[in-house]
């Protein structure tokens, strides 16, 4: 026994040799010293975690939370019957081939004081406004034909470079030649905002829109519904057979060089590249089977099988954490094997299904390789009515966003970034409920 | 299937994707094309893979198609291909911004990135560390040049035009080739074989010098932003979206533009395709009209949508050729 | 060292187990022929043989380890979840053998209950710890009746009163004797025809042991019943035979009164009487 | 009835069977629910089994083989030249058939006379029925189609009068079998274990389907390079087949692309296992149950962040922060470097670790841990020595989930490893993997039936290969360690 | 219904159990003061206080369920484990609030040993199962010295020829009296001054029962020793003092020959003559 002093007066050495040993302190505050280290390495392991998340969440929404805005100008627009409706039938065919572009271009020579006559005033005039600014005075001609001959002031979405401009992600200080905005279009731009006339407000498009190659009326809406369609069809499908799969294994199964081989290959399925799954959805389901490419089924199936093998490791661990005693118990009473499982093991073991239900799924949702195979990665514009629809994805839409040379698509890229971070956290919230109701200690 | 389906080329992407939002805009009956960006050579697979419902009508490709590539079609029932040929793509370096302003030679590149160069007359091991020792008007920076992978047929076109370019006017070539024959090569594959070590690109230094981009431009350009003093392959319609944040380089006292390019000014460009299955035509609803839309003087013309992406559009004389062709569905002629 | 034994001679006034009526014909419930278990490569039982009769209560008494319950999880085939486990010979209930090959192991058990040594409840609420045999079984035909049978088994096991009131807390967070007793409710709530208890009072207090006694006294009317205990009192107590296993082999069975009083083999003398090992 | 109609059909049939099932169970024995086998559930079950399943089995195989066997009887009567094309081209005049035919069965009888009168007309009426066509009809067309349409009508009779007899057999033959001895019980749990036998058989069917999608390319590959080249070769060089140049064939050294996948592999789980499996520790053992409540879905999110974001990620802060840390030390760490992808890499797969572990600790009985406590060891002591011994299998299996993740990863390697294949032990350079190879050669500009785009499938073949090995090489680690408590 | 209840009278011959001597200053080892225990809203024990000198061994005895157990977790704090206990009150071990703000629940369990009502041994070897404590407390310099205090444990435990030839068997693996056993050669590999055995014999045969009882005897002379028991006769035998409990409160606590020759509380005398409930 060392003698340094002891430092607990629990330790009254009165049992003196065989009872004092406990109070060796040296050892004692090693062991306590042990214990504080463990947790702080458990606390520092947590917080090196959740920093982690909190960078990559902070550059995501710092780049991305202006996605949700758009800038608009307010124009007053002529709806010249002349233009639109030469002929004055209102023929719905008329009126959609009618040249709105001049319309809204009219309205803003007028507002900004262009001179019609210069090219070059009139091309960079032009460039304020996006293109797609047609569709939107088409479709209100469309809606109510009795504007026809009116003037409406009309809020048009503004050009992907003045939104990105009047968000601060080109800079004004830079030589005119580096810039996408000339120094002509930022005195208009200054012009405009100063009368009002430009102004943002929250970006609906962004998930109302189909894709698009303008930044301006790009959006998710191909890309949510796709998500959407894959992660029912991944839900539905993985989540029972993969539970189904681990049950029979851990519990039916004979224990035999058999079922050694099932597990090893599970394993080993997780660790296929998910690129690899790709090339099989392509050879199995769209070769063989016949399913029309770039549909969010295929997809769905084939992120079915990507998941598996994780809900299916998930399920099995817990299902063995379950004590044997409890399947005895109800094999006592009389339960056969299979309402012993289903009864007991399988609620018990719910937690665990859950969380492996839930990274299998945040894994599926976040996929974009093997959908490259299955011809996911697509520029779509229909709206996909069923899963045997072309769609793409989120994760896609974010790679396909995320290689674009426009400058308005980087923020995009973070704000589709941001959204699909949304949909996991909502599903995470939704697992956490769900694994409280069912976390029991034993 | 009431919509065409297209594959390919992840550089034909964007200018497909621009059609294809027009062509629905201009056709109200047609649906939108679907159009997948997965590469030339994938594109061209899925092409190739037959005729059906099943299977693709348009392959984009930034590159020729490969004679064993039509082989394949042919072999498996895609007799009949109609090649057009829609533009041209420009390829530039460019630094940062705030960086440096570099006026290229070939043989600036050649003596830069080329595994051995010439010296004094002799072939040696590329000594070249800064861009200073490789012509003295260059700043002081590490040679580090974010130049497309293997996969790319960008870097074909870099290879073909920039490096065996330097690699000919420095004389190296020829030094190659003497040294190939000294070991035996046969006379006839002397040329091609050392215009294939031409193209090599050095591996020294753990291959910090010349880097290798699989992705996007995005990310050479990323890696740009990260490494300030480094240059870096694009696009051209690329570096016209990002004038704020490159500086692009001349080559030959040739600043890259669309004007400069199609008028051949400009040394590096490479041509675009997409290919029609013939076949499909008359089956798939808007296929024959998709091919018309794309070539036709609003997509592609000069004030086009195309070429204010980026797009070098083609001379008149072989516009009115191509739209010639996709009248007609002329079938490429098998490939020698 | 106090002495503990018990003498011989002391039983037959002190413990009043009524032997079985002799001369009538015996009606053996179950009758294990040459049973012998094996845990992997290691023998726990060895060829061991016994009939047991309807109506009456069997003791298994033993130094720890010799394989009582081993044996006794034999009788509902328990052994079969044991994956190491293996077992050869023949066991009848009622005549059939229940290792048979067209037997369903899932009825036996549903016929003869048991009752573990450590007690397991389920992660559930008392209720349905209770209610989940019967459940299964269809033996409630309502609502009503659910309740009825788990009240009258939580009685009969002596627990009512304690957890009336909490009969949806959690059959895990109640005492170890309570857990026990609840365990034993849950057998006898599904009326089995054989039950099995193994040391069904080794966590309880003698209250509470007397109650599952009398329990055990009322369900000989009906039932067949096999009780392993180290409480040899208790087995003299409560059964009608006893057996007594050592090292894996059954050394001696016979009647209760037979076996304390009068044993034969000098190892199961050595045992009650506390001269062993 | 069209197919899902009669699927829902059979579902309602089956329910009715169970009802009845249900209710003449009780009745066999009112007052002895022990005299009977089974309950009456199971006798349901056993009914509505009977009635649905051999039904719905014929009619899925009956719907798998139904449109070649249309096919075939609406071809042969195509016009000759027609069927002289090759398959492709019979199947484009087939889809031409299916569109004139989904559009017949739309249009009233008084427009069916004018399509037919009319080609022009037909592609008019088609439009404005929502069935777009690219090239009028002619009469032979539009007579295939009215062929198929009758032949799929015929067959969807037959389709219907084969399902019903088949519930209506199965009902009645399995309801004259229930009697008090029935073991229903049995039959439907025997049905519930093949129904999940054939679930993990889905496993299984995906491995074979791997296989046979990366073999024959591989094969074609291994036609082109020797397999001890390719197995043995320590540079990767697949040369891009050169302008014009066909014979471009490189070297396919596998070696630095295995390393690769391996070092960074190794790193990413030396990030992720310490921290992910502390991090599982503090929460289920230390942490209150509600900060537990939040830092595991949080942490969950990890794993869902698209990977090009982390590559990106990579690229643009992680590389650059590690070049300067490096050049502040005096080491040159390049900004794609094994470092900066491992590192990432480990972020991503932090939850798989953290939330598998998790609940596997958090299962471990609490008597283990009283029983440690009462010997007087720390929480510590009693983690380390009793729970994760004790959880060591699940565990296990959670690493080597993560490590399968890293080892399967390819975009965050793409941008942050760089795409040189370098056979380098310093954790500052760049290497490149498996993986990264294979999607580049797949999704390049490459020429397609070359080796350089044929070593994707090869090189997807010794991947899983390589992770067999992996995973034998675990079980048998699992086994070795497993500990099975109570 | 049989009678098991021991007569007053009977105890004094039979049951040998010295009392404490008196006259003598008592040291006291635990000294308990208004401890109340909670779990959740339910009070399972009732403002108790309690005496417990050294070098004795003191008995609980109660009905189960009346708080037996919640009160000897307290002694070490393993009531801290469970997360809605919650002690009120104060302990003392020799003379130190082990509640107090400033102790080491480590430390106070290292010096308060405890063998659980549920056997419990890790998943580890048997040999393990011992060595744990002796490991984490460094109390083995050597290896041979680890192998000696393992054996010399199993020994006193009475298990060490019934594993010797598996000493790497698993823990697991033996047989519910075994489990039991080894919990306690576990328990006493770390010579802990404080004993708690949560009835430790509840899973033992008669002989086992004998070897753990002069086990307890043994440890008496250097050690205090609380043990929980549902079997009157030993609380007798091996008991110095005995404490009785019932619905939380402590009713009575006193010399084991007081208890059960003279108990003061009408529900003790019930409660030992069997003719309680
Ligand atoms: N699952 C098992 N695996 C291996 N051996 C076992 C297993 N269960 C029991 N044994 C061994 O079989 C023998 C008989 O065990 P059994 O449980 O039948 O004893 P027991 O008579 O019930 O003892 P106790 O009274 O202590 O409960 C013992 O030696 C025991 O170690
Ligand atoms: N973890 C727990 N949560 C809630 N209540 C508990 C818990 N543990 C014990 N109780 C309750 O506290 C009371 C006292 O329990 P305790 O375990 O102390 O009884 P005991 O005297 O040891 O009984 P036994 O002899 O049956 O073991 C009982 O009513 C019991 O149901
Ligand atoms: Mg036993
Ligand atoms: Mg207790």
Redesign the interface.
Known sequence: MSAVAQDSSMSDSDAAETVGRFDNPALMRRRRREEVRFQAYGLIAIALGMSFLVILFGTIIRDGWTAFFQTSIELPIKFDAAEIDPDGTRNANALAQANYQKLANQALYGQLGVDPSSRAQRQAANALVSRDVDSQLRAMVASDPKIIGTTQNVWVLASGNVDAFAKGKIDRELPQENRQISDQQISWIDKLTASGAMEKSFNTGLFTNTASSQPETAGLAVALLGSFYIMLIVVLLSVPLGVAAAIYLEEFAPRNRITDIIEVNINNLAAVPSIVFGLLGLAVFINFAGLPRSASLVGGLVLTLRTLPTVIIATRASITAVPPSIREAALGVGASKVQSVFHHVLPLSLPGIITGTIIGLVQAIGETAPLLMIGMVAFVVDVPSSPLDPATALPVQIYMWATEAERGFVEKTAGATIVLLGILAVMNILAMVLRKRYERKW | ???V?I?G???V??Y???V??NF??AN?????P?????????G??QF?D???????DIAN???RI????QE?CTK???ADVVEVKFGYDGIVFASD?KGAAFAYEAKDWFNALAPEIVVDGKLVANPNKTWKEVNAAFPEWEVVAYIP?????T??VF??KVLVAGCKATGAEKLIAEKLQAAGTAEDKVK?AA??AC?KVR?DD???HA?????????TL??L???KESIGVF?L??YE????KL?VATVGGVTPSVETISSGKYPVSRPLFFYVKK??????????EYAEFFVSDKMIGEDG?LAQ??LVPLPEAEAKAVRETVKDLKPLAPLS | MVDFSIEPGALNSSLAAPALPTGQPVDYKITARNVSVFYGEKQALFSVGIDIPDRSVMAFIGPSGCGKSTFLRCFNRMNDTIASARVKGEILVQGKNIYGPDVDPVQVRARVGMVFQKPNPFPKTIFENVAYGPRIHGLAKSKGDLEEIVVKSLQRAGLFNEVKDRLDGEGTGLSGGQQQRLCIARAIAVSPEVILMDEPCSALDPIATAKIEELIDELRENYCIVIVTHNMQQAARVSQRTAFFHLGYLVEEDTTDQIFMNPKDKRTQDYITGRFG | MSLSALLFCLLLAAMVAFVIGFWRAKRLSPDNPRAVHSRPGYHGGYLALWTALPAILVLLVWSAVEPRFIQAEVESNLPAQVLEGSEGQIGLAMGVVRSVATGLERLTPAEVAAAKASPKEAQRLFESKGVVIATPPNAVVIASAEELNNIRHLSRLAKTAVAAFLAIFGFIFAFRKLSPNLRARNRVEQVVILALMAASSVAIMTTVGIVLSVLFESVEFFKHVSIIDFLTGTIWDPRFASAGDAGGQGQFGLLPLMWGTLYISIVALVVAVPIGLLAAIYMSEYAHPKVRATVKPALEMLAGIPTIVYGFFAVVTVGPFLNFVGSEIGLVIQPTSVLTAGIVMGIMIIPFVSSLSDDIISAIPNALREGSYGLGATQSETIKRVVLPAALPGIVGAILLAASRAIGETMIVVLAAGIAANLTLNPAESVTTITVKIVSQLTGDLEFNTPQTLVAFALGFTLFILTLGLNVYALYIVRKYREQYE
């Open positions: 299937r009431d919509q389906k594959a080329s992840s550089t992407f964007p497909a994707k621009i294809a939002e629905a805009k109200a009956g047609l649906k939108a679907v159009v997948e960006s997965g590469g030339s050579g994938a061209l697979k190739c037959g005729v059906g419902e099943d299977k693709i490709s930034s590159r490969k004679k064993g590539e394949t498996n029932g895609v911004v992978g293997e996969k790319h047929g870097r074909e290879e073909e091609s215009e294939k193209a591996k753990g291959g910090k880097i290798d981009i699989d992705g996007d431009y995005t990310e990323a890696r932003q990260a490494n696009g319609a690329f979206n990002n004038t704020d500086r076949a499909h035509v008359g089956v798939i609803p808007g296929l024959k949508p992406y980026g």
